[in-house]
């Protein structure tokens, strides 16, 4: 099955600093790739998500952006802000094949200090 | 926001008792997942169900089971047989490409 890896486990940046979350699968049938914010005691929340028929996705201060021939993505948080402190997961999964299960990173818990 | 409702928010278990989280999800979703959280910890997959009447193990359903009755509801039963039940139990539903949509979670105490 589908194994996702996420990298770091926690990052503290300075308000105003970018923060960049790095996750790599392992199967090369996925094709959607999704990011979810969870804050503390809060369901996690879709942010932005990425295809594989894409390679970079921007939507404000967030960006993904997918290698597939090394098997990694990325989320990028520019000029971030403290409420952007939060555990950020990464997901992979193989969308229209009839089975949407995905498989999610360990998270990496954001810290933007103020 | 509607859309998936987890209940109860918080729910307390004596040692060796059996106790049911329930699910509903009103967005036409035929998926469903039942995820397990730990303090510091990702999502790890209890349970997940494609279609009515049909579900199939995640990595941790020891101690777990489900039903899947209706498109709507997907419940989670903690048996007595799950020795660490204590967590925060998250419910999800997805479109026809992946995207999931969470509940808002119940926290499960062993007490």
């Known amino acids: 099955g589908e194994n996702v890896e996420q990298h770091p486990s926690t990052l503290s940046v300075q308000e105003g600093d970018s923060a960049v979350i790095k996750c790599t699968y392992s199967d090369s049938a996925s094709n959607y790739f999704p990011w979810y914010k969870q804050e503390l005691g809060k369901r996690p929340q879709l942010i932005i998500d990425?295809?594989?028929?894409?390679g970079e996705k921007k939507d404000q201060r967030i960006a993904v952006t997918l290698n597939k021939t090394a098997k990694h993505f990325s989320l990028h948080i520019t000029e971030t802000q403290p409420e952007d402190s939060a555990v950020y997961f990464c997901a992979a999964t193989i969308s229209g094949a009839g089975s949407y299960q995905l498989t999610f990173g360990k998270g990496t818990k954001l810290s933007v200090i103020p | 926001d509607g859309g998936i409702t987890q209940s109860p928010k918080y729910l307390f278990r004596k040692e060796g008792q059996n106790v049911t989280l329930s699910c509903e999800q009103n967005?036409?979703?035929?998926?469903m997942y039942w995820y397990r959280q730990d303090p510091g910890q990702g999502l790890r997959l209890i349970y997940y169900?494609?279609?009515?009447?049909?579900?199939q193990k995640g990595d941790i359903a020891e101690g777990y089971s489900v039903s899947r009755e209706k498109k709507e509801s997907f419940p989670l039963t903690v048996t007595s047989a799950q020795k660490n039940p204590t967590a925060f139990y998250l419910c999800?539903?997805?479109?026809?490409?992946?995207?999931?949509?969470f509940g808002q979670g119940t926290r499960l105490t062993v007490v």
């Open positions: 990425i295809r594989s028929n894409v």
């Open positions: 169900s494609q279609i009515v009447n049909d579900f």
């Open positions: 999800a539903s997805s479109t026809p490409w992946g995207e999931a949509f």
């Open positions: 967005l036409n979703h035929d998926a």
